[in-house]
Antibody
Framework: QVQLVESGGGVVQPGRSLRLSCAASGFTFSDYPMNWVRQAPGKGLEWVAFISYDGSDKSYADSVKGRFIISRDNSRNTLYLQMNSLRPEDMAVYYCARENRWLEFPFDNWGQGTLVTVSS | DIQMTQSPSSLSASVGDRVTIACRAS??????LNWYQQKPGKAPKFLIYAASNLQSGVPSRFGGSGSGTDFTLTISSLQPEDFATYFC?????????FGGGTKLEIK
């Protein structure tokens, strides 16, 4: 079955960096676009970044553009999110989510999430 | 960016009730509307795609309808496991955007 497992979250000071990973299994990772979505404590869902199935196309929310970088390694079935210049408002649970381009692009599978806490 | 507005933001209902949650887009999104269910401390679960198509394994008491700017999620007979927060999402244009959520609580 499809499995997405995030890792790399933790406590980090404002201005520092963190890299999240999402290990995929149970499907052909290189066939699917992937996304990062975050959820601040008690808040709704916010899309963060997108990467196409082959990594050639990327896009970002305005709130993270220029600070975060999404990437993927299809040989390792792993998605990444490099987060630089972290701010207190970046504190959230970060989910990786598979985008299904054959069903008109819903996020059909999600990881369990990894918590990023930005605090001095 | 397309804004998604859900109503109500919270709803109290009883087991067996029929409930409807509305989602409105700031511009036409055709049928590119998805619904998710989220329980506390858990990841969102994908329920419905393209406005009205149930994901495999989702109970038939869940239904979706609408097109253009106005959409609804209906649960025909609430079960205890349905009490959760529901989010709509448009994937008509990037960036994909979510509604603010509707928290469905037990009356």
């Amino acid at each position: 079955q499809v499995q997405l497992v995030e890792s790399g979250g933790g406590v980090v000071q404002p201005g520092r960096s963190l890299r999240l990973s999402c290990a995929a299994s149970g499907f052909t990772f290189s066939d699917y676009p992937m996304n990062w979505v975050r959820q601040a404590p008690g808040k709704g869902l916010e899309w963060v970044a997108f990467i196409s199935y082959d990594g050639s196309d990327k896009s970002y929310a305005d709130s993270v553009k220029g600070r975060f970088i999404i990437s993927r390694d299809n040989s390792r079935n792993t998605l990444y999110l490099q987060m630089n210049s972290l701010r207190p408002e970046d504190m959230a649970v970060y989910y990786c989510a598979r985008e299904n381009r054959w069903l008109e692009f819903p996020f059909d599978n999600w990881g369990q999430g990894t918590l990023v806490t930005v605090s001095s | 960016d397309i804004q998604m507005t859900q109503s109500p933001s919270s709803l109290s209902a009883s087991v067996g009730d029929r409930v409807t949650i509305a989602c409105r887009a700031s511009q036409s999104i055709k049928h590119y509307l998805n619904w998710y269910q989220q329980k506390p401390g858990k990841a969102p679960k994908f329920l419905i795609y393209a406005a009205s198509n149930l994901q495999s394994g989702v109970p038939s008491r869940f239904g979706g309808s609408g097109s253009g700017t106005d959409f609804t999620l209906t649960i025909s007979s609430l079960q205890p496991e349905d009490f959760a927060t529901y989010f709509c999402q448009q994937t008509y244009s990037k960036p994909p955007t979510f509604g603010g959520g509707t928290k469905l609580e037990i009356k």
